[in-house]
């Protein structure tokens, strides 16, 4: 584990993240992005975004095998005890583990982050794990957009 976050500006000549393109942030990403982005730990293949996110860390885990888009998404979710909101609330909540779901434009599931209290934390593919403000930071061609948020209570409290 990392003592500190590092900037992704930093991390091309370290090779923290080196992630096979999950997702393409590289010298070409807008500067006003890369420096809103910090490296929490580097590399593990060992687990996906969507395992990251559902606190799973020795397994890959594939929301289309329940089904295609928020329909799978939604089998996907109910057995991990979460359910999708009806509205983007973005706000954190300490009695609460929120995830934002990413989609392609053809409805396909293609990326999870966790809410954290200063923000979202993602896991690109088989690379590294990065802190992010914004859920805009990683939409694209690559990811899709944010298209839904999932939410279960902890603690027993609602």
């Known amino acids: ?17 080196n ?5 393409k942030l590289n010298y070409y990403t807008p500067l006003q992005v890369l420096q809103k982005i910090s490296v929490l730990k580097p590399q593990d293949d060992n687990y996906n975004c969507f395992a990251y996110a559902f606190h799973v860390f ?12 928020l329909i799978g998404m939604d089998r996907f979710a109910e057995e991990w005890g979460y359910y999708r ?24 599931i293609a990326h ?22 914004d859920l805009a930071y990683l939409s694209g061609p690559l990811y899709g957009s ?6 279960t209570f902890i603690g027993g409290f609602r």
């Open 146 to 151: 944010p298209i839904a948020i999932y939410r």
């Open 112 to 133: 999870a982050a966790l809410r954290v209290p200063n923000g979202w934390e993602s896991k690109l593919g088989a690379g590294c794990i990065i802190s992010h403000k």
């Open 58 to 69: 020795d397994e890959w885990l594939y929301p289309d095998n329940y089904g295609h888009g």
């Open 19 to 23: 992630n096979g393109g999950f997702p």
């Open 85 to 108: 909101l009806e509205r983007m609330n973005l706000k954190f909540l300490r009695n609460a583990l929120k995830v934002a779901i990413y989609a392609k434009e053809d409805g396909s």
């Open 1 to 17: 584990m990392l003592s500190r976050s590092r900037s992704l500006l930093e991390i091309e000549d370290i090779g923290l993240c």
